[in-house]
């Protein structure tokens, strides 16, 4: 009989190594390998769909990683662009939630687009409470305050009036003295629009009659 305990003991530790051997296998076999992008320009609707199948896969924080592995050493614009599209398909995969995967990374590209993409979404009355959410994820809220401007024209629009309502809503909103903060993100994206051209939406704000200070000359003196 004791023979037997011993060996029916063996046999058992062995199938249990074999199950987790197997079990890793499966795992190895069937994980999406690390993708790559390119420096050069993308398809963006394929772009999206291959980060919110990573988003779904591994998880928004895993996910965010990746997109690290996949732009490492690239050039800080490019990495900034790719974290805009990474934004945008995090929004759309986890809603509001997946405002807590965003960091400081990229120059905050992912924070830019996901607040912009959720003040479209949610409607201005969430800016207060994404301002904070922001600030509770990096530590700052003055860091946040930046891709906040960049949110709120996205999310009310880039007519010159939707900028006059941008700039009265960073105010409401932050209550900051400087204007590289939540003013200068409203100024950026009305000029550039990075999270338009995230979106597919290409190009920046074209000049004018040659009148390279608007709007900045049409807006009020404050």
């Given at each position: 009989?004791?023979?037997?305990?011993?060996?029916?003991?063996?046999?058992?530790?062995?199938a249990l190594v074999c199950i987790v051997f197997v079990a890793l296998l499966a795992w190895f076999v069937g994980s999406t390998p690390q993708y790559k992008l390119s420096t050069e320009p993308v398809d963006q609707r394929a772009l999206d769909e291959l980060l919110k199948k990573d988003i779904r896969e591994f998880g928004g924080l895993a996910a965010y990683d990746r997109l690290g592995v996949a732009v490492s050493g690239?050039?800080?614009?490019?990495?900034?662009?790719?974290?805009?599209?990474?934004?945008?398909?995090?929004?759309?995969?986890?809603?509001?939630?997946?405002?807590?995967?965003c960091d400081g990374r990229f120059n905050l590209g992912c924070?830019?687009?996901?607040?912009?993409?959720?003040?479209?979404?949610l409607g201005t009355d969430a800016i207060g409470r994404l301002y904070k959410e922001?600030?509770?994820?990096?530590?700052s809220e003055e860091t946040c305050q930046h891709?906040?401007?960049?949110?709120?024209?996205?999310?009310?629009?880039?007519?010159?009036?939707?900028?006059?309502?941008?700039?009265?809503?960073?105010?409401d909103a932050?209550?900051?003295?400087?204007?590289?903060?939540?003013?200068?993100?409203?100024?950026?994206?009305?000029?550039?629009?990075?999270?338009?051209?995230?979106?597919?939406i290409m190009g920046s704000?074209?000049?004018?009659?040659?009148?390279?200070?608007?709007?900045?000359?049409?807006?009020?003196?404050?």
């Open positions: 009989m004791k023979g037997s305990g011993v060996f029916s003991t063996g046999t058992l530790v062995l690239m050039p800080e614009d490019i990495q900034h662009g790719y974290a805009h599209a990474f934004g945008h398909a995090l929004y759309t995969t986890l809603g509001e939630s997946g405002i807590s995967v924070f830019h687009q996901f607040l912009g993409d959720a003040i479209g979404d922001c600030g509770a994820v990096i530590g891709g906040l401007g960049h949110g709120i024209v996205s999310g009310v629009g880039y007519s010159e009036d939707d900028l006059k309502h941008a700039l009265d809503l960073c105010g932050t209550n900051e003295n400087t204007y590289a903060g939540c003013f200068g993100g409203a100024f950026m994206e009305y000029n550039i629009r990075t999270i338009a051209n995230a979106e597919g704000r074209v000049v004018e009659n040659g009148d390279m200070y608007a709007p900045c000359n049409k807006l009020p003196a404050d």
